[in-house]
């Protein structure tokens, strides 16, 4: 079985400039996380979708930050414009209702 | 506020070597806690428990819970190389917050 795609792996960018995460799902998942993790805080819920319609986007830290669910197979995480702060390791992660998480590889973020 | 606290933050340990690592919490509305294993890339799931004090076994690993002192602990016999990773322990709620992570113990076994 496919587990958790995400794409791309690696993204080096200049701040100012728009960057799209794409992750999809596993098939028959009804839940799908975005999280960010750096050392000094972890790993953080920044939204999470239910069905693909967002539940909670307190994590979110500011406008900058969206995120899209047009599918039960698809979702994005757009941050415009990026600035260096924004570099961390961002995680997509899908579940059925209350079961464990399965997290994709992640998409490291550099932004210079 | 809804918070996992695992201890120690991180370890060192040789090979061969028993360790504990610990986990707290304090939420609301809790279910169930997950225990994951971070190498390089992804957490991997381990265990999840929802009932005080059984034990659950995975080779070298085991986990319990206890609902009334609110922590967890993940035992690793025997510990080998490969076993270095960060922990992560999190609680599953109820209600709207699905997930509440801790932030990991980084453990590291030496030859």
């Known amino acids: 079985d496919a587990g958790v795609i995400q794409s791309p792996r690696h993204e080096v960018t200049e701040m100012g400039q728009e960057v799209t995460l794409r992750c999809k799902p596993i098939?028959?998942?009804?839940?799908l996380f975005w999280y960010r993790q750096t050392m000094m805080r972890g790993l953080e819920l920044l939204i999470y979708?239910?069905?693909?319609?967002?539940?909670?986007d307190s994590g979110m830290p500011e406008d900058r930050f969206s995120a899209k669910m047009p599918n039960a197979s698809f979702s994005t995480l757009k941050i415009q414009p990026s600035e260096p702060r924004d570099s961390a390791v961002y995680f997509c992660?899908?579940?059925?209702?209350?079961?464990?998480?399965?997290f994709g590889d992640g998409t490291r973020l550099s932004i210079l | 506020e809804d918070k996992v606290v695992q201890s120690p933050l991180s370890l060192v340990v040789h090979e061969g070597d028993t360790v504990t690592l610990n986990c707290s919490y304090e939420v609301t509305n809790f279910r169930s806690l997950l225990w994951y294993k971070q190498e390089k890339k992804a957490p991997t799931f381990l265990f999840m428990l929802?009932?005080?004090?059984i034990e659950k076994k995975s080779g070298r690993l085991s986990s319990i819970l206890d609902k009334k002192e609110l922590f967890s602990i993940l035992n690793i016999t025997a510990t080998q190389t490969g076993d270095s990773a960060v922990y992560l322990c999190a609680a599953i709620l109820s209600g709207n917050t699905p997930l509440v992570f801790g932030k990991g113990t980084r453990l590291s076994v030496i030859a």
């Open positions: 992660a899908s579940s059925f209702y209350r079961q464990p998480q399965h």
């Open positions: 929802t009932s005080s004090g």
């Open positions: 098939s028959g998942h009804d839940y």
């Open positions: 979708f239910n069905n693909n319609v967002p539940i909670d």
